[in-house]
């Protein structure tokens, strides 16, 4: 396929995963050497995440790769879901390493050891946050391009470890400028616990993923405003929506005038999923349309049903 025949968007998805592994493997090599220099235990805590953000990262980027295929005969809806199967991975890697350094950093704190030449770790984190300061910057700007989940996170995550990285100086300082080195295993335990909360809401976002959770209430609510914009559109109800990596799929009922001709109601709802397309880009909206006031063949009395100001009350619905 030719460049210029991929949607810009994914262009841009695809290199900022790209952007992501060589900035998290450029600062593993550089971090690998300034730990064994200094032999500062936060100093490894952040070459483990570091580590960790490679992993996470090469993860991400073949998931965003697999997701961003279009749907096949074998996979109608899509391959989105392997954005959350790749974070639900990613969620497992970070939680046990935390657990690691949370058993290190204990040890460390109640037997502290000699940290050596601050100045070179020092200067290894300031470079650090340098680099990833870049990577955050572009991922922002790919983010606001693109709307992006998969690579939104990564960017969350990726400045989360800008913070990260100016404890480790902190540190460093402290232990150069007061001597305790008891400071080291302290910061250590603090970057545990940050890759700890990473890894629940990495894993609870993958989850609610695949286990098909609504669209939050305020997206649903706008969902509802674009739909009754449209002239034509009365009433809707049976609202369902869910998001499968980069996609997201909204249905609905809804409601007519019910003596409108068929290629009027038709035309009704074809301006609706037009209008949902392009509020919410690359989902895929199903419109099912209903006379107004129709009863569901269960006889369900408390779906959902939202009424514009010039619907005609439903009748029907009443004994």
Not at 87 to 108: D, K, M, N, P
Not at 109 to 137: C, D, H, K, Q
Not at 256 to 267: E, K, R, S
Not at 303 to 311: G, M
Request: one cysteine or more; proline letters at 3%.
């Amino acid at each position: 396929m030719a460049v210029s025949s991929i949607p810009r968007a994914h262009r841009l998805m695809r290199a900022a995963t790209y952007a992501a592994v060589a900035t998290a493997c450029l600062l593993i090599v550089v971090k690998a050497a300034a730990w064994m220099a200094t032999g500062s235990l936060s100093l490894l805590a952040s070459l483990v995440d570091s580590g960790l953000d490679a992993a996470a990262s090469l993860i991400n980027l073949m998931a965003v790769r697999h997701a961003l295929q279009p749907a096949d005969s074998d996979h109608r809806f899509g391959h989105g879901k392997a954005e959350s199967v790749a974070g639900l991975a990613q969620a497992a890697f970070i939680g046990g390493s935390a657990v690691f350094l949370t058993l290190e950093s204990a040890q460390r704190i109640v037997s502290p050891v000699a940290v050596v030449r601050e100045g070179v770790g020092i200067g290894v984190m300031v470079f650090a946050m340098a680099a990833t300061a870049l990577l955050v910057a572009f991922q922002r700007y790919v983010v606001r391009e693109t709307q992006s989940l998969a690579i939104g996170a990564d960017s969350a995550h990726y400045t989360g470890d800008i913070l990260v990285n100016g404890s480790v100086i902190v540190s460093f300082l402290l232990n150069r400028l007061f001597g305790w080195g008891w400071a080291d295993g302290v910061f250590a335990c603090g970057i545990a616990a940050y890759l700890a909360h990473n890894a629940w809401g990495i894993g609870v976002t993958a989850f609610n993923q695949l286990m098909d959770k609504e669209m939050p209430e305020e997206e649903r609510a706008r969902i509802i405003a674009v739909a009754l914009a449209e002239s034509g559109a009365l009433a809707l109800h049976d609202l369902r929506t869910r998001v499968s990596g980069p996609n997201a799929f909204i249905q609905l009922h809804l409601e007519v005038d019910g003596g409108m001709p068929l290629v009027a109601a038709h035309d009704v709802a074809q301006r609706v999923e037009d209008a949902l397309a392009a509020a919410f880009e690359g989902a895929e909206v199903i419109v099912h349309l209903d006379p107004i006031g129709i009863v569901e063949p269960d006889g369900s009395t408390a779906r959902e049903r939202v009424v514009s100001d010039e619907a005609v009350p439903p009748a029907a619905d009443t004994p």
